[in-house]
């Protein structure tokens, strides 16, 4: 119903000045915007590029805004604002990420009775009668298979959570978003459970500590480190999140009971499974990877998956791999039919953003 919605939105726009173009609502493609995992790195980048796409007036044209790890911060900071400020948003980030550092003494208060307060405590499926005007937020996570001992990354299975429904995106399997955390019975809710808020969502999405024997150790280490350094500044904003979501993680029984989700970004650094259904009839998928390391390795992981179970992917050639090491910013892989997406690929890292340093 969204993307109909979306799509008749889109088509307007099309049709107004300036653009007044002659076109129907079957001429409108979809349009994904993927953010990869990257930490603060990646929550930042996302910020950026959406800031970006404002500026040249191409935000208007997305339809599926999906992200994994970092940028699930940015995306869930931007929903949380009905009138989607990225200018507002930009200049927070910039004010932070600029501040001066902070006492140790005015920390703890700052953590005692300001973080809390600010904790963003809507639910998901709140955002499933909001107008069409902003592209449709979709979050990943892996399901870990607790059937199996010893199980790991490799064991999972993709999960993904939209304002309506929530579930598995290569099984098919879904429940509505309101009812996530409830228990169900051979497709038969038995108990209805409150639907978790953005803040444990973000924990479930963004942590990319699954390790439960080393979360503590983690932890300690961390914050011992940015006391210890005194480098404890204003940017509460991603650091104060990324250790909220490793606490999250160790304590995964207070979130779920039944389910073990896990930063989908241990799996791929890219949220393409959602996008590749074949109900969501995606045309074109604009991959921004903030990786940090092989620039590829999410296009390729994501052909895999795709191969795996008959997805529409379109051909990658392996000689491209040749430069990982200096990419260019852009790659264009084209579909070979209606069903088949073509992606325009850019990494964060390439040849023009990091000029004379390769």
Request: overall charge negative; some cysteine; charged content about 25%.
């Amino acid at each position: 119903m969204f993307s109909v919605s979306r799509s008749f939105y889109l088509m307007s726009v099309c049709v107004s000045p300036p653009l007044s173009l002659p076109i129907s609502q079957e001429d409108v493609p979809n349009i994904a915007l993927l953010g990869s995992g990257g930490g603060e790195r990646a929550a930042v980048g996302m910020l950026g590029s959406l800031h970006q796409l404002a500026q040249d007036n191409l935000l208007g044209s997305l339809l599926y805004m999906c992200g994994v790890s970092g940028t699930t911060w940015c995306m869930s900071s931007l929903y949380s604002d009905p009138d989607w400020s990225l200018n507002k948003r930009c200049d927070e980030v910039i004010k932070k990420l600029k501040g001066p550092t902070v006492g140790l003494k005015k920390a703890v208060d700052w953590l005692k009775h300001v973080w809390f307060m600010c904790m963003d405590t809507r639910r998901l499926s709140d955002d499933a009668h909001r107008n069409s005007t902003n592209p449709y937020p979709i979050y990943s996570a892996i399901e870990l298979n607790r059937n199996k001992q010893h199980c790991t990354e490799g064991d999972s299975v993709w999960f993904e959570m939209t304002p309506h429904e929530s579930g598995f995106s290569g099984l098919g399997a879904f429940v509505p978003t309101s009812c996530f955390r409830s228990q169900f019975e051979d497709g038969i809710m038995t108990e209805k459970r409150k639907e978790m808020d953005m803040v444990l969502l973000q924990g479930v999405c963004g942590s990319a500590i699954a390790d439960r024997q080393m979360d503590t150790a983690y932890v300690g280490k961390k914050i011992w480190h940015v006391l210890f350094e005194g480098k404890l500044q204003c940017i509460a904003l991603v650091s104060l999140q990324e250790i909220l979501a490793a606490t999250t993680e160790f304590n995964s029984e207070l979130i779920d009971l039944t389910l073990d989700s896990r930063d989908a970004a241990l799996k791929m650094n890219s949220p393409y499974p959602p996008i590749l259904r074949t109900s969501r009839k995606v045309d074109l998928i604009i991959s921004l990877d903030f990786s940090k390391e092989d620039p590829f390795e999410t296009v390729f992981s994501a052909k895999q998956y795709a191969d795996e179970l008959k997805l529409h992917f379109p051909p990658v050639k392996e000689s491209v791999r040749e430069e990982k090491d200096h990419p260019q910013d852009c790659y264009v892989f084209e579909g070979r039919c209606p069903e088949e997406p073509t992606i325009m690929h850019m990494p964060l890292f390439n040849l023009r953003n990091c000029k004379g340093l390769w």
